[in-house]
Structures are given as structure tokens and as C-alpha cells.
């Protein structure tokens, strides 16, 4: 969603926040805007709507050589996208960038009558309240930025400077990531660390109720009730390479493409094949904790969802004793779930942002209930809230559609399993055959994807004009289809929806008909011979039938069918959902959309 960039230093602010809203361009938006001041306080503000190509051309004519300023990248919430709606917003001398939502903002702009609102956001609102305190000198500019913050019910992430003052930038959060980029006589801000790469390696993140001064060479953190902070500086291991397309057309393809390589980081030092067991050094949780465990509530939203799912279909195969509900964060907020104290609670998040799922863990927490991250984003929200947790270690996932994580959450959660089940005492023979295959997974993994990209590719042509899909599974196979079906909706904007096999009767074989096609996923094993049943009452109705399968022998008159050639079974679903990944990458290259940053989406879910 939003993204924010800040610099003060000795270089070109513009050029820093000009290619850091560019790094964020990932995360979404529809406006985009930055403001930077001279030495004497005289201020450029350009403001756009749409790509950051418009305001580059707002730049041209306006190039400066301030060395202070800060920018912003806006994804609509209050009021349209617009020109007049872009970040930074003015309030007096003070110029204010925003992540977040300001939920008590009507109550508080009827306070501020001296006022007078340009623009329909709830962010103006902030920008004019810190003013009412920073105006008249009543409060140096970071305790007036304090005064306001105490009276704010919602979530942030603020930049703000001042004409006054133009040789500092104060920044605050609550619920919205700032990072605090340290640098050689230059200090920069921004809301994702992936905007610093390759200026500065050192970081602080800050934690929620924390607010920065700062200047090039300083960095004076408090809390809001003006405690001071010892910062504790991170180093930020993500390199250029990992946030560039590196020879791709896009992110998407990229990102599909290296699960070999992102895999093999998840699994890296924690399974043994020799012994056949696993070992996960991160969640933390002694033998006897592990033992006690009887119920696994797993969280996430979207993709993490899924993964989730699929994940707990094989937690439950080889630990007999578990019972393990997976959970929409969105949901599971609001609904009045007991939570039996013999749980464990994974909140799974490749960002380790998105708000509803942050608002589960806080929940759970507040229950007692021990709590480990399934996260790709190291220093997020999620991963430092969490009481211990593993990191899937895929490296930065830029395209909003998420496949390479999937496919990492879903083994990091099943190790996860397998330690639970060592601890119980299953016997090694039952583990085995997963351990052996998690091992073999990355190997199978890339065999999977150059041995399937151009037939796949042949197929979405000709499926691309089609509007609606339908994506079918039973077991593990049906979290796999769900999965695919959200992937296809997000990027190619095909209606596209999963269902279990077994509920075909019982509703969607309604919907056969010429204006759809059909996804079937038929990896081997005990239902297959049920579910080839339920491919055939769907070529009954003339349905156009696309197979995916590990079955050699499968030789139904279908449409299309995708052979996968493997010796893996039990993670047969995982090979059929790159299948789906590349199917809807090329689907939506085939129509022409913008694969990497669909219409209406963000990469990282921060609001509500
Ligand atoms: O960062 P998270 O894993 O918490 O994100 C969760 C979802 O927003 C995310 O998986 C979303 O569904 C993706 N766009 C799916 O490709």
C-alpha cells in the first residue's frame, strides 16, 4: 500500500526519493508526490496522480538541489485518487506524509476551524492538528507531532518537516512499518527497507508509539510519553540484485523462476536426511512445550491463507493427535473464538505487515497463547510481535501476485509440524517420507518448471479470451486449487473460483457450460479414481477440461493436460500450483495487463 522515502544529508533529496517511490511502486498506489525544502525553507511541493513517470515529468521542470525532503506513494482510502488528494499534505509551514488511517479524523476536523481543507483525506487533517500545536511556536516541530499523535485513534506512519526548521525530519509510527535508514552524513527514511538498499546497510526500525528526530547526523528516538529510546541499528541483508528484475520481463516471471533457489533458502540447516529429522532453531519452544501441543489455529489472509490450508492437510496426516483450524486474519479478528491454552498459533505473512493479520497475533496473544511467525519480511511488524518464529527466507517478493512464498510457507509450516511430531514421539517411518521428499522438493521444483513453461504457454493463448474459470481439487490438491484460482483472478481479471471436488453435485456443476473452463488438479493417490469421476460428469456437460497430473497412464479425452513428471507424491499439489502460477502469468501477458501491480491491489495490506 502507501510507501514513504525521507532524506536529509548532503545529496540531491529529490533524487533519493524520486528512485525510492520507485522501489515501492510494488507495494501499490495511485498518486505519488514529494516535497523538499532549501536552505532558507522554501519549499517545492509536486504532487500527480497516477505512475510516478507523471511526476518525474512535474520534476523536469522543477529539478532542485535541496538536500532535505520527504515523499510519499498514495493508495486511495479517503478520497479519490487525485492531484489535490496526493501526500505531502500542507498545514501552516509543515508538510506531512501519511501511511495508515486516521479513524477519529471527522471528530478532529471539526476542532480545527482555522484551517482551511484543500483536500477530502484524513491525513490533512493530521498535517493541520500537528500545526494547531507547531504554529505560533507553541511547540518545537517533534513535540507538537507528539501533542497530535495522543490525540489519534488509528494507525501511522508519518514524515514531517518544516519550513522552519529545514535541516530535520520527524517520524512516528503505529501499525505502519518506518525504517531509519542510517547513513555518512545523511539519514533516510522510508517505510519498506528495500527503498535503502544500496545507499545505506544500517537500520533502525522503529516500533509502534515511537517517534524520530532527525537530522543527517543524528537520530533522537522517544516514546510518546517523551521516554527516550536506545535504537538499536539492524543490518539490511537484502541486496540490489534481489529487487531488480535481473533479465526478466517481469517480477512475476522472476519470482516464479527462482522457487528453486528460494526454496532451498527455506529448507537451508534444518532438515537432516541422514536421520530423517528436522530442525527449526527460531519458534523457540522446548521438547516438553512441544509435546503439550494439541491444537494449531493458523492464520493468514489471501495467498498466506491458503498456504496455511494446504499445510494443515498434511500437519494433520502425521500427527495424528493434532487438531489444526486455519483461519481468514479478517475473520478470526472479530469472531468470539475460545482458544484452548494446549494451542500454538502460526501467523503466517510473506510481508509480515498486513493489518488483519497483525490484529489476530495481537488478539492471540492477549490470550496467552504462544505464537510463532511464518514471515518473509525480516524486522516486520509481524516478526518482531511474535513470540519466536521461522522465517521462510525467500528474498524480497516485489510482484503483488505471491508465488514464491506460498510454496516456502507451506514447507516452513510443515517442518513445523514435523517437530511437533518428533516431540510426540511419531514414529521416524511415518516422518520419513516427508523429510525425504521436502529434500528432494527444490530439485523437482525446477524440473517442474522448464519442463512445463512452453506448454503452458500454449495454453493460455488459447484460454485467454475465456471470463470465467473454475479450479477443482480434493485433499491436498483442493487448498492447491484454491490457490490457483486466486492467482488467476488477481492478475488476468478472470472470474475465477475453486472447488472441492466432492461439492460439484452439490451447487457449481451448475455453471458447465461454454463460457467456462475448467482446472482440474489430479495428483495420484487414494481419491484419484474418485475424482477422475467427478472430471467425467464435467466433460458430461461439455465442459472444457484442462488437466494437471502426476499420473503417467491418465489418458481421458480432456482438452489439455499438463503431465508432471516427478517422483514426489505427497507434495505433488505444490508442482501443480507452479503449473497455476505460470498459467496465470502467461494468461495475463496473453490479455496484456499489468502483471506486476494489478488494477485495485497492493502488495502489502496495511489498512483494514
Ligand atoms: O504479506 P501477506 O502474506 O500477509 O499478504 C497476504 C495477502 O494479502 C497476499 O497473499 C495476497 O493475497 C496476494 N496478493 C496473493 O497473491
Redesign the pocket.
Known sequence: MCGIVGYVGNKKAQSFLISGLKRLEYRGYDSAGIVTLDESGAATLLRAKGKIANLEEKLAKNAKTDKIGIGHTRWATHGEPSEKNAHPHQAGNIYLVHNGIIENYKELKESLKDHRFKSETDTEVLAALINSFYKDGKYPLANAVVQALKLVQGTYGIAVVSRKNPDEIVVARSGSPLVVGVGHDETLIASDASALVGHTKRAIYLNDGEVALVTKNSIEIRTLNSEPVSAKVEEIETNLAAIQKGGYEHFLLKEIMEQPKSLAETLRGRINTKTSTVHLGGPGLSEAELRKIKHLVIV??????HAGLLAGYYIEQFTPEITVETVI?SEYRYRSAYIPKDSVALI???????AD?LACLREIKKQGIKTIGIV??IGST?AREVDGGTYVHVGPEIS????K??TS?VIAMTMFGITIAQAKGVKSGVLKPYIEEIAKLPKEVENVLSSTNEQIKTIAKKYAKYEHAIYLGRDTAYPASMEGA??LK?ISYIDANAYAFGELKHGPLALVDDRFFEVAFLPKGTLFDKAISNVQEVLARGGHVIVVTNEKKFDMPVENVVKITTSIELFAPILMNLVSQLFAYYMTTARGLNVDQPRN?A???TVE
Do not use: D, R
Not at 493468514?300 to 491463507?305: D, H, I, L, Q, R
Open positions: 493468514g489472509c489471501g495467498t498466506a491463507y486474519a503466517v505473512s510473506q510481508s509480515g505487515e498486513t493479520t518473509n519480511a509481524i503483488v501476485a505471491s508465488t512464498a506460498f510457507q486466486l492467482k488477481e491491489l502488495k502489502s495490506v
